[in-house]
């Protein structure tokens, strides 16, 4: 049973920045779906970011195109999530996901996954 473990969660001001990494216990698939899913207190979970196993296929919601950066180390099993310009909305728990053994890779399919970590807290003062 795969595990994942995010961190680098932490406390900024707004314009700031913060890496997140979602490391994998083991080897998950040759062909898997990663991403990253935030949920702020009293909301639903949202899909942030994913991306496939080749690293060259990669979603983003919306909300975070243009200032969140995911990105991949399959050597190492992690998948990286750049935040910049960090914003308060952006305050919440960030959850990784997986799924393996797929051709395809998105949001959607990632709120099915079969593997998710605990999360790691982002908070984002003004």
């Known amino acids: 049973q795969v595990q994942l473990a995010e961190s680098g969660g932490g406390s900024v001001q707004a314009g700031g920045s913060l890496r997140l990494s979602c490391a994998a216990s083991?080897?998950?698939?040759?062909?898997?779906?990663m991403g990253w899913f935030r949920q702020a207190p009293g909301k639903e979970r949202e899909g942030v970011a994913s991306?496939?196993?080749?690293?060259?296929?990669?979603t983003y919601a919306d909300s975070v195109k243009g200032r969140f950066t995911i990105s991949r180390d399959n050597a190492k099993n992690t998948v990286y999530l750049q935040i910049d310009s960090l914003k308060p909305e952006d305050t919440a728990m960030y959850y990784c996901a997986a799924v393996p053994w797929v051709n395809s890779c998105s949001l959607l399919m990632l709120r099915s996954a079969n593997y998710w970590g605990q999360g790691t807290q982002v908070t984002v003062s003004s």
């Open positions: 083991g080897h998950i698939s040759y062909r898997d779906c």
């Open positions: 991306i496939y196993s080749t690293g060259d296929r990669t």
